[in-house]
């Protein structure tokens, strides 16, 4: 519901922005009035990406059955740290009413071509497999607007402000960056690009303080799930979403010792179904139905085990160690037995409608 509310918010604004820059690009200016149209850029560029962080990324971690976090949870710090800079130097911008001195000019500057680089980049990386690219559509293509725009008007307003008074500074480096002001766009804008570098170095400085890694901007992206930059996706390419790694595995082991009851369907796809991974499926479905946080604690942690499994997946096709893993996994079988046969009324009818249609699946809830 939350997503849906900030979708709609998101497309009315974004019909404003394109609009606006239709007109901007034709007549040199803003249509709409400058009190609603700070409030549009307000929306796009400061409370659309905290609403689509805290639903879409912070809420998630690295999963290849559902969603998956955006930026990867262990690096994405130093990504935030590089969004909400470039937010602050939008709203100063925003909110000044003359050209600043050399220095902090420069500095809002090189901001906003870093918000316009970073916004590029994501447009590619937020697009997932399943949806596309509707989020990049309506989150980063109204912010580039709204930066290509601001990046030209700062550029009018200061050449108009050098023609009409005098724009100097004391010091060696505010004349410097003086210098970089005056330079005509076709080399000013190259140049600021190239400045965001020393920045996203410092940044990378500060977070190896905290731990982080030298790559960690760069892993922010790389270390994730099916998304336009993500390098992890071979990490998905044996999963079963919803199943029991260890209890699939041995599935796999010779028919006299792991006793294949049935097919099953999972995902739309068929498998082997041993009565050992039915009985851990039930008695997941019945931690889940009374303990939902508990549950998603249990799988999270349990799918790291999968994480290892996947990277290494060809040996588990051999026979002899699938029959040890259904040995081995024997003991925690029985103790989940005993517990759904402690709590359910009829643990059989749960076991049973595992892995099954829905319409079978209610029948036998139904008892028919």
């Known amino acids: ?34 009190i609603l149209w700070n409030l549009i850029q307000i929306c796009a560029v400061l409370i659309n990406p905290i609403i689509f962080l805290d639903l879409l990324d912070l809420s998630f971690t690295n999963d ?17 740290i ?15 009413t003359e050209i600043l001195p050399p220095i902090p000019e420069l500095i809002i500057n090189v901001f906003l071509i870093l918000g316009l680089g970073l916004n590029i980049l994501f447009f590619f990386h937020f697009g997932t497999t399943e949806d596309g690219y509707i989020f990049p559509l309506i989150g980063n293509i109204p912010i ?39 330079l005509k766009p076709i080399t000013k804008y190259p140049l600021l690009l190239l400045l965001t570098v020393p920045i996203m170095l410092l940044l990378t400085l500060f977070l190896m303080l905290f731990g982080q890694k030298p790559d960690t901007l760069i892993r922010a992206f790389t270390d994730t799930y099916k998304h336009g930059f993500s390098q992890l996706d071979y990490q998905c390419d044996n ?27 999972r995902n739309g796809a068929k498998i082997i179904c ?62 989940f037995l005993i517990i759904l046969y402690s709590v359910d009324k009829k643990p059989e009818n749960r076991i049973a409608r595992q ?14």
């Open 64 to 80: 290849c059955c559902g969603m998956s976090a955006i930026f990867s949870p262990t690096h994405r710090p130093g990504i935030y």
């Open 239 to 265: 999963v079963r979403c919803g199943g029991h790694f260890l209890c699939s595995v041995g599935a796999n082991g010779h028919q006299k010792i792991v006793k294949p009851i049935r097919y099953g369907i």
């Open 274 to 335: 041993i009565r050992q991974l039915l009985i851990c499926n039930a008695f997941e479905e019945l931690v889940e139905e009374y303990f939902p946080r508990g549950h998603h604690q249990i799988r999270k942690t349990y799918n790291k085990v999968g994480d290892a499994i996947h990277r290494h997946y060809h040996p588990f096709n051999n026979k002899y160690l699938a029959d040890a893993i259904y040995i081995v996994m024997k003991p925690l079988e029985l103790f």
């Open 1 to 34: 519901m939350e997503i849906t509310i900030a979708i709609i918010i998101s497309v009315i604004a974004d019909l404003f922005i394109l609009f606006n820059f239709i007109f901007f690009a034709l007549k040199g200016r803003i249509y709409t009035n400058k």
């Open 144 to 182: 580039i607007l709204i930066f290509l725009m601001t990046l030209y008007t700062n550029q009018k307003n200061l050449s108009n402000y050098i023609s009409e008074n005098k724009y100097s500074s004391d010091t060696t480096f505010g004349r410097l960056c003086l210098g970089i002001l005056k």
């Open 355 to 368: 892995y099954i249609s829905r319409r079978e699946r209610k029948m036998i809830s139904s008892n028919k």
């Open 82 to 96: 590089l969004i909400f800079a470039c937010i602050l130097a939008f709203i100063a911008n925003m909110i000044r």
